[in-house]
């Protein structure tokens, strides 16, 4: 079964950034969509955002916490979805989580693949 692998979290002051990685050991003809999930200690995990990987361009969708701040990217070569994380703030602090499914949805519970996560804690 694929596995994803999530590198890149850490600790970050206020108005730093950061670049999440998600490497998929494998490709599966259902992949249709990657997405970046998170979660805050006592929260939900909710949708960040999203990218439609079956096209050079790809679609995406970005949360509206995150929209001008944060980019989702693929690189189709590596098999791999990125979150670039600009100006970050405290409430940005949660473990984010990878995960793939076969459409668009920003319902956690939806997606069929996942991550084991990787922290990310922002500092004020």
């Known amino acids: 079964q694929a596995q994803l692998v999530e590198s890149g979290g850490g600790l970050v002051q206020a108005g730093g950034s950061l670049r999440l990685s998600c490497v998929a050991s494998e490709r599966t003809r259902t992949t249709n969509f990657k997405a970046w999930f998170r979660q805050a200690p006592g929260k939900e995990r909710e949708f960040v955002a999203a990218?439609?990987?079956?096209?050079?361009?790809?679609?995406?969708v970005h949360s509206d916490s995150v929209k001008g701040r944060f980019t989702i990217s693929f690189d189709d070569a590596k098999n791999a979805v990125y979150l670039q994380m600009n100006r970050l703030k405290s409430e940005d602090t949660a473990i984010y989580y990878c995960?793939?499914?076969?459409?668009?949805?920003?319902?956690?519970?939806?997606?069929?693949?996942w991550g084991q996560g990787t922290q990310v804690t922002v500092s004020s």
């Open positions: 990218i439609f990987v079956r096209a050079s361009d790809g679609n995406t």
């Open positions: 995960a793939e499914n076969s459409y668009f949805s920003k319902v956690p519970r939806d997606y069929t693949l």
